[in-house]
């Protein structure tokens, strides 16, 4: 089976390589003569060939590197280099490919596609109508990707990151199931959302009936969940909390809208970072761990953010164009 499709932004943001080496960034725009630092990083950036990449990743993102490490000899592994094609430095491929980014997150653009089997995935500000072979249709949300498969006559989808809406073809004879690590929903025919978090799986059902399994046992044998119901299960224990919803509830963002009902403020920050092209950096663990309601405007991920932030009582900071920094006050 193929790999999985790279987490992206959402993955780097919550790296811990990724977030110490942008604690040394920072640490040496405040410090820039501080030799006791400069060993601390470079000892750091030998114990790990990871360290060495997130301090060169890190350091083009923030486009902080030349301010930030005046004389710090890059090691050999992670040194700048010009692209072998295009002739451009990688800070100059990121602001390229950034404006482009940018141009897509200014709305959620629309598309459809034809749907080959395999991977299917979206890109940051863009939303996929696809239609599979069997007739059912999902719609893909922004920076989400799933994996289809229909071979020996099955209907096999897996949710690799972010979250879809699946419209499903009545077959009695082949269930319909879509996976995320060890859960699985199954249904025949009907109308539903999932969304992966990082440690959850989020269903709600518009049509129909959807089963739930975990690790290989169904969940819902006794009570399937049915139109109005939404279930949140931990990918980690299969603990499952069900619950009743208005079917305007059933994935929003269908309509542009985010709505969090005591979500972690990290939570609502990883959702909101597939909208943006810029990267999402939470530096406060216990502004993260606060809990927040609200419904907020998708098509303005980044006021989104700050909105979420300020609420649980923090600020959210520009850096560079493509580096935005969560912080209590």
Do not use: K
């Amino acid at each position: 089976m193929p790999p999985e499709p790279p987490p992206g932004a959402l993955a780097a943001a919550a790296d811990p390589a990724w977030q110490a080496a942008m604690d040394f960034l920072l640490a040496l725009e405040q410090r820039p003569d501080d030799a006791a630092l400069r060993a601390r990083l470079r000892r750091w950036l030998a114990e790990s060939p990871a360290h060495a990449a997130a301090y060169a990743e890190a350091c083009t993102l923030s486009e902080l590197a030349p301010q930030l490490s005046p004389g710090l000899a890059w090691p050999s592994a992670v040194a700048p280099t010009r692209g072998p094609t295009s002739g451009m430095a990688p800070r100059r491929r990121l602001l390229a490919g950034g404006a482009a980014l940018a141009a897509a997150a200014a709305g959620l653009a629309w598309t459809g596609w034809p749907a080959p089997e395999g991977l299917l995935q979206t890109a940051t500000g863009e939303i996929r109508l696809v239609e599979l072979a069997d007739g059912s249709r999902v719609t893909l949300d922004t920076g989400s990707a799933i994996r289809v498969d229909f071979a020996d006559g099955a209907r096999r989808v897996a949710l690799l990151r972010g979250q879809a809406f699946f419209a499903v073809a009545p077959d009695a004879a082949r269930p319909f199931t879509v996976a995320i690590a060890a859960a699985e929903a199954r249904v025949l025919g009907t109308r539903f959302a999932l969304r992966r978090g990082a440690a959850e799986l989020e269903l709600g059902v518009e049509e129909g009936r959807v089963g739930l399994a975990f690790d290989g046992r169904d969940l819902t044998a006794a009570a399937p969940l049915t139109a109005g119901a939404r279930a949140r299960l931990d990918l980690g224990n299969g603990a499952l909390r069900r619950e009743a919803v208005a079917l305007a509830a059933i994935a929003p963002w269908r309509q542009g809208r985010l709505v969090v009902e005591r979500w972690t403020v990290a939570e609502v920050l990883a959702e909101l970072q597939r909208y943006l092209p810029a990267r999402l950096w939470l530096r406060d663990a216990a502004l993260g761990a606060q809990r927040v309601n609200g419904s907020y405007d998708l098509s303005r991920p980044e006021a989104a953010a700050a909105a979420v932030v300020e609420t649980a009582g923090g600020r959210l900071r520009r850096l560079t164009p493509w580096l935005l920094l969560a912080e209590a006050r």
